[in-house]
């Protein structure tokens, strides 16, 4: 069975700190990946997707990278990070099922930043 | 105009009542549609998948309406455990895939 897993659940980074999360997912292969960010009280919103490896598409100007160097492997980086990067941070996966449609995504189970 | 819009609520209902949320979408090239539930501090999980000729999952009905572009969700006989927030998920494709979410709609089941 598919999994994905995210690291670490909860971070607190001073202010102009650097930044990795990773997230990888196991039981599949060439998945959609995307992280998400959830300011509290707030809906998701899309950060970054990515269709296969090296291909990354950003939705949002900010102050974050991602990347992927492998299959089943998403990174969300910064270099220094900013107050307003605080937040819940989300890791997803979903593929094409046998009809050709996109099946439902799958998510991590959230990493909580918090820039001090 | 956001791609996917939902009434944020709160919807406060008592137990039992019948409630139905409502979610619109803009891309008229969106193919697959969802309802998720997320419970406070939690990751978001699925709880249906909404089919174009409508789909109902015990005490839950998901509608998809593809002319007016939304689509929705009906919840009967509400229960305590009912109450989280409700995002509607939307993938448009064509070449790419994105995974776009509504801000959610919060649900508060009373006594």
């Known amino acids: 069975s598919q999994t994905i897993h995210q690291w670490p659940a909860t971070l607190v980074q001073p202010v102009g700190s650097p930044l990795s999360l990773e997230c990888t997912v196991e039981?599949?292969?060439?998945?959609?990946l995307y992280w998400y960010r959830q300011a509290a009280g707030r809906g998701l919103q899309l950060l970054f997707y990515?269709?296969?490896?090296?291909?990354i598409s950003s939705e949002v100007p900010q102050n974050l990278s991602a990347s992927r160097p492998q299959d089943r492997q998403f990174i969300l980086s910064s270099k220094k990070l900013l107050l307003s990067d605080s937040g819940f941070y989300l890791c997803a996966w979903n593929g094409v099922g046998v009809t050709g449609m996109n099946t439902e995504a799958f998510f991590g189970q959230g990493t909580r930043l918090t820039v001090v | 105009r956001k791609e996917v819009e939902q009434d944020p609520g709160p919807f406060n209902v008592p137990e039992g009542a019948t409630v139905a949320f409502n979610c619109t979408y803009s891309?008229?090239?969106?193919?697959?549609f969802f309802w998720y539930r997320q419970d406070c501090r939690k990751e978001p999980k699925l709880l249906m998948s909404v089919y174009s000729s409508g789909n109902e999952d015990g005490r839950f009905t998901a509608q998809l309406n593809r002319a007016s572009q939304y689509i929705s969700l009906l919840i009967r006989d509400s229960k305590l455990s009912d109450s989280a927030t409700y995002l509607c998920?939307?993938?448009?494709?064509?070449?790419?895939?994105?995974?776009?979410f509504g801000a959610g709609t919060r649900l508060a089941v009373h006594p």
């Open positions: 990515s269709v296969g490896i090296g291909q």
């Open positions: 039981g599949t292969s060439n998945p959609n």
């Open positions: 998920v939307v993938i448009t494709s064509g070449g790419y895939n994105k995974l776009i």
């Open positions: 891309n008229s090239a969106s193919q697959s």
